[in-house]
């Protein structure tokens, strides 16, 4: 026997009522990152970071939340900078970029984060949070990988650096 609050019991065994609007489903465990990756390769060309991990939901009418708190450390020396971060989602064996997980939205601008200040080291943190829907089968593993881009910058890790640890978790949500 299953049930949920506000909805009629189901008598069958293993069958599991209708979930209300706004519940989780699935809460992963965290998958956490104590290296960084080096996104310095040139103004404006995306990276892929060390940051990735899978969540299997288990219905195709869920929404997948999107947690990462990670750690970004780069030099400056021209007082004009930046960098930006987008997610790749592999789904079905099928590699997107959705227009709603990057900053700005679409990750097309290679300095979300801009700063026309004195040169030298910087250390920002960063708490993302995306919402996105799951478009395959129920079942099947999406992978979310964090890209990131740099805009005039002498050096920049993302992740953890300075022995730092940065966290990727999910909640499938209905």
């Known amino acids: 026997m299953s049930g949920i609050i506000g909805v009629s019991p189901d008598m069958r065994s293993g069958v599991l009522g209708k979930f209300p609007t706004g519940h989780v489903i699935q809460t992963t465990d965290v998958t956490t990152f104590t290296t960084e990756t080096n996104c310095n390769q040139g103004d404006n060309v995306w ?9 299997t939901p288990f219905s195709v009418t869920s929404s997948i939340i999107i947690h990462m708190e990670l750690f ?31 900053m700005p939205s679409g990750g097309t601008t290679y300095h979300a984060m801009y700063w026309n200040m004195t040169t030298g080291d910087n250390m920002n943190s960063h708490t993302l949070v995306y ?44």
């Open 47 to 55: 990276s892929p970071t060390v940051m990735v991990a899978n969540i």
């Open 72 to 102: 970004v450390y780069f030099t400056n020396t021209t007082t004009d900078a930046g960098y930006s971060f987008k997610i790749k989602k592999t789904e079905d064996g099928n590699d997107t970029y959705p227009t709603l997980l990057g």
């Open 131 to 174: 919402k996105d829907s799951v478009g395959g089968g129920a079942g099947s593993a999406i992978a979310y990988q964090l890209y990131c881009a740099e805009y005039h910058t002498e050096g920049l890790a993302v992740g953890a650096p300075l022995s730092t640890v940065a966290k990727i978790w999910f909640q499938e949500v209905q």
